[in-house]
């Protein structure tokens, strides 16, 4: 029986091996995220009809918005048609600044941080059903950082005051001569109280 060996994502399992690690994989929703380089491999690309054959960095990226959190792998295709990729993931992580020549320092990855923009890709699987996975969209530069989404505010009541009934106020009495003006001016119009 072969011995479990944790992380070697390239080991073989043989019939009678154990297995235990679960699936780390989740669905990010599209938005800006900080990333870590937490792991870094050399592969090679055995060609597409977008791509011909040519060496690919392997990354492994921890991803957070500082609410939501998880771990993606993105690949580096070394060939001209992806230097303009390149050199925006190279200038992220604060290698290179815009415009300049760099010859980049793979062994210097781990552990280097950015902020990229993450979308939702849907694909057909083999058997026909529809997947999404996420992608990397953009890679900001390391002195334009977009903001980060502000934390969700909890719901609160509303406050409500308590009914208060109504209070009415009896009008002010008015003085004695407006009364008598009131009545004066009445009386210039014909009428007298009480005559009919």
Request: contains cysteine; aromatic residues 10%; glycine residues 8%.
């Amino acid at each position: 029986m072969s011995e479990y060996v944790p992380n070697n994502m390239n080991q073989e399992i043989a019939w009678d091996d154990t297995i235990s690690k679960d699936s780390e994989f989740v669905l990010l929703p599209e938005g800006d995220y900080k990333f870590t380089v937490t792991k870094f491999e050399r592969g090679r690309h055995n060609g597409s009809d977008k791509l011909p054959p040519c060496n690919k960095a392997v990354l492994t990226l921890e991803l957070t918005d500082g609410f939501q959190s998880g771990v993606m792998q993105h690949n580096l295709f070394l060939h001209r048609k992806c230097e303009g990729m390149l050199c925006a993931f190279f200038t992220a992580i604060g290698q290179r600044k815009h415009g300049e020549v760099l010859m980049p320092r793979w062994d210097q990855l781990i552990g280097t941080t950015g902020t990229c923009k993450i979308g939702v890709r849907k694909w057909r699987g083999n058997d026909g059903s529809e997947r999404e996975s996420n992608e990397i969209r953009k890679f900001y530069e390391k002195d334009e950082q977009p903001p980060m989404p502000a934390a969700p505010q909890p719901q609160q009541q509303a406050y409500q005051q308590p009914y208060q009934q109504p209070t009415y106020q009896q009008p002010a009495p008015q003085p004695a001569y407006q009364q008598q003006q009131m009545y004066g001016q009445q009386q210039n119009t014909g009428y007298t109280p009480g005559n009919f």
